[in-house]
């Protein structure tokens, strides 16, 4: 029965209806004693009798409730009203409170027919990101479907009703009509749960139901949004349960990368679908990267057949939902260019760093960690689903001789996403131990005759090119990867990376004749290596597009593209017959928090990418930006991200908050640095000049947020410390010199007492007074860690190494300079993960976060690339 207007339950008046379900009826309503307006579900009187339902669902209510994610409506509380003193024997009410929200529901939407790509994709990974946040703390919503979808008047996606369904009263199907209402199930198997025309086949069949199921309803709605049509939805319900469990729907031709990625979703075996929401929620967002409607650029197809080969659909993942577009753009364009062969060698969750063609060109070597494990070499072929283990300690491939000789780096340390040295060895493809050869190099091959290694070895923080290994023939400006000699043994190609950028270079095999090919690349540019013939070569970068494409360069430097596809891309290899070894990944960095008094660690990233700029004393807020350089600050308990606006791009750029909390002080880094101070509040943006600065590598504020410590460096001077009060026009340096401009970059922190600056610098940890007076080096070797601060008593500090994973706190005694491990961190789901950095703690060491660097891809063979 409809509650009329003016109706009290218990504090909550209602103000009018809002809908109506299988589980009670939705109303807008006024919180009398908050003063807000809310969204009042009133639950079936049968709930009130029956005790068991209640303390479960209320237990489910309160799990929601702590879920706090932007795409998931809010439940505020869970209430019980008495009966009605005028009506003797009356029950009382349930009454859930939750968020209201302004706008409409998907279904509303999509009255209108199919929605737009561009749209359609935006839902979809909001969705996704969601139900990722449910899945994560064990909630499968086992409902999903357009009524529950709602979007709001500011573009937002929220998830409804989570949870709910599973405890309905159990209603028999009907046998007219395909919407049979709600279903539901209890706890046991055998019961069926969801809207009909949006259950899964275990549903349908009536067994238990895991996150797997939601991902199947998921792909429903997709095909929805894309074709104006539910694919299962028939006259009546048997007839629509039989169409879910039997047939297969047809994939809508405007959009095929989405198209394919619901249709991995639709598996019918819940092993062939997506096995976690991230991994739905990387494609969505890879996808997102390129055109809305998925069409790729030329030379990224597949033939049809291999397409519709069941394998295919097995095998089916984020990366290859992209590459696959290609064969569907082959219906449309009858002018496309001979369609490319691709095929997928790995079919694990994790992250491929290297990959080599060995001698009889159809056995791959390649470097990968799988599930959160460190990197491990495996042996895989081509034609083959499986791939073995080289039982070799943790390593990445180099290079593969003619002879079948590897080189390998062991024990690989990761501290960029192109440079992760280790120890130089060589092992047999036929077996056996590895040997070690030389520690630190970072890239190795053999030359064509397979007897020497020319290797990127690095030696006092200098990364030289060494052939033989000892013989340095070449000192380059930055640092080398991805070494390569050209097929007649004359040549050697690398990339250099430099504060810039990154370039192709080729030199000499004696070091001389060096030539920049190509510049001007963006991390992560990455992956290199000759053409058969040894006139070009061939490699995947990055332009501003934010996307990997296929190059080729010549020995006259002359450019062209060879192929471009969303996502990201590593070519580790070309062999003689012109088959391309490639990996396909999309990054996903983002943020933890354990917030103070909190019992366990909770992911606060916004959107796709959030990098952590810092952490507030108090632990409770903590700055961050996404991948536009757009910054954020947000409340470490999960609260909802505020923009604060857009800052710097460069991920080496700062953003430091002041202990008042009311500014955040960003480096610019672009052709100078500067430095901006934005407010948290009310207010608007202002400069701090930095006139003459080449660079700035650490701003700390004073305790009394009034003035700013920096380090940084002038054009035609050594690295310094400098004070900048916000009343001043200018820094002025309060230390000498250091030896190198770049000196110091690993760290400046203020005592507790705001009397003494802690600088750590290329492996040493001095002190200073804040006025800059030199006081004392603290005894010990810090090479590799980056300094956070003092602890709270100021007896200590604490660092962290980028090279540990998982990742490690550190305190740091600063009478003995001893080392104490004071807690270790790494993401709840560990695959793909490759780094943590930076990291932020509070001075008494309860609260901490961080930033997870996380990479997941798959690697491919590609013949017909051009």
Known sequence: MTLPTGTRLGAYEILGPLGAGGMGEVYRARDTRLARTVALKVLPDEFFEDTERVVRFEREAKLLAALNHPGIAAIY??????????????????????????????????????????????????????????HEKGVVHRDLKPENV????????????????????SLPASESGSEAGTLSRMTKAGVILGTVSYMSPEQVRGESVDHRSDI??????VYEMISGQNPFRRETSPETMTAILKEEPSLPLETPSLSLIAARCLEKKRERRFQSTEDLAFALETLAMGPPSGGLAQRTSTPLARRQSRMGWIALSAATVLLVTGAWLLTKWAEAPPPMNFERLTFRRGFVWSARFAPDGNTVV?????????????????????????????????????????????????????????????ASLAGGAARDLLAEVNAADWSPDGNELVVAHSVNGKSLLEFPPGKTIHEPEGILGDLRFSPDGRLIAFWEYVPSGARVVVVSRDGSGRRVLSDGWRPPSRG????????????????????????????????RLVARMPGF?????????GRVLIGHWAAGPGVVARAPGASAELNISWLAVSILGDLSQDGRIAVFKDGYGTLYLRKTDGSAAVRLGTVSLDPMALSTLSPDGAWVAATMLESRPRMTLVPTGAGASRELALEGFEGVSAVLWMH????????????????????????????????AEMTSPSQGADGLALSPDGRSLALMSDGTLRLFSAEGTALRTVPGDFTGHTLIGWTSDGRALYSYQTADLPGRIYRLDLATGELKVHRALLPADPAGIWRIHPVRITPDGSSYAYTYNRRVGDLYVFDGLR
């Open 528 to 559: 290199l290596a000759w053409s058969p013939s040894g006139r070009e070569v061939w490699f995947t970068a990055v332009r501003d597009q934010g996307r990997s494409e296929v190059y080729a360069v010549d020995l006259s430097a002359r450019v």
């Open 704 to 735: 009394d947020s009034k003035s700013i410590f920096l380090l940084g460096w002038q054009k035609g001077h050594g690295a310094r410390i400098y004070r900048q009060s916000l009343s001043e026009k200018g820094p002025r340096p309060i230390t």
């Open 77 to 134: 509380s869970f209430e019980e009203t008495p009966g009605s003193p005028d009506s003797p024997g009356s029950s009382g009410r349930h009454l859930l409170v939750m968020e209201l929200l302004e706008g409409e529901t998907l279904r509303e939407s999509l009255a209108g027919g199919p929605l737009p790509a561009r749209r359609t994709l935006d839902v979809a990974v909001q969705m996704a990101r969601g139900l990722a946040a449910a």
């Open 366 to 426: 390649f470097g990968a960690a799988w599930e959160g494990k460190p990197v491990e070499l495996f042996e895989t072929r081509v034609g083959s689903t499986e791939s073995r283990s080289l039982g070799l300690e943790p390593g990445n491939i180099l290079a593969v001789s003619r002879a079948g000789e590897m080189a390998i780096a062991l024990r690989p340390r990761f501290l960029t996403g192109s440079n992760h040295p280790g120890t130089l060895a060589r």
């Open 569 to 577: 891309l590593d070519l580790f290899d070309v062999a003689r017959d």
């Open 216 to 221: 199947f309803g998921f792909g429903t709605i």
């Open 150 to 169: 709602f979007l709001t008047k500011d573009g937002r996606v929220k998830l409804l009703d989570f949870g709910l369904a599973k405890l309905a009263p």
